[in-house]
């Protein structure tokens, strides 16, 4: 296996410690992951720029991240093109990334940005039902397969640590890999939130035209929470594997939308918590 590439400065950055093992203290440099803030806004033909969200991520693929988000949220369709990804004019931010304006080739609706807001306040657990069914309305069916072996999925967290070069250097960082059914890792994406590290990942295949992702697995590093179950499905996943838990509202929005959830995906075992036809195993 190729090694991942290093960091770089922005997305692992040097600092001092002083640090307590066993007994002994001692100064040492450490590496901790990056966080900045992101604008991420659209804009149709001859309309002004529209501000969309700011999020908190570890500098890197932004263009996708972008992309990813609006798709994920219902503001981009498979019906709209995008001409152009542009950063922030010198001199406007602190870096040129920290904006990015995705152009659209048709009209962009600043009225859903104000919905979607509110539906992802939603989300957090103020009206999880509601979130639901407007999540379920922007998913297209996902198909039955495909079918994976136990095996093939107890071998995915392996492949996703070994390819975290971030991670390595920083200990800091979530994952989102994107998996084809042999377990062969396609595509990974890591940043400091773990919604940022999917819709990274989902970015990269709306950029190339690899959507719906029907024949794919996707791994996540931490737990499985609501939003990484929509943003999952409204990519047409149909597999959404996790090393930790999912939460209750993951698991209802997983069994409602179609999408197979595997949880504490570790060591030698798993759980699945909805739509278990697509692993191919028979209950003891």
Partial sequence: ?????????????????????AGVVEGRDDRLAG???MAIRARGPGQAPVDVAVTMRTPGHEAELAVGFLRTEGLLDDATGISDI?????????????????HLDRPFDATRVAERHFVATASCGICGKASIDEVEVRCDPIPD????????LLGLPGSLRDAQAV?????????????????TLLALREDVGRHNALDK???????????PLHERIVLVSGRASFELVQKAAVAGVPILAAVSAPSDLAVEAAMRLGLTLI??????????YARPDRVTVELG
């Fill in 86 to 102: 542009t950063f922030s004019p010198p001199g406007n931010a602190a870096q040129p990334d920290d904006q990015v304006t995705v």
């Fill in 201 to 211: 990942l989902i970015g990269s295949q709306v950029l190339a035209a690899a959507l």
């Fill in 167 to 183: 991670f390595a250097a920083t200990g800091g960082l979530h994952a989102a890999g994107l998996f084809d059914p042999r377990g």
């Fill in 145 to 152: 397969g495909p079918f994976v072996a136990p095996d093939v």
């Fill in 35 to 37: 966080e900045e803030p």
């Fill in 1 to 21: 296996m190729t090694a991942p590439p290093d960091p770089t400065p922005r997305q692992a950055a040097l600092t001092r410690v002083t640090a307590y093992r």
């Fill in 263 to 272: 949880g504490f995906l570790r060591g030698d075992g798993f759980n699945v």
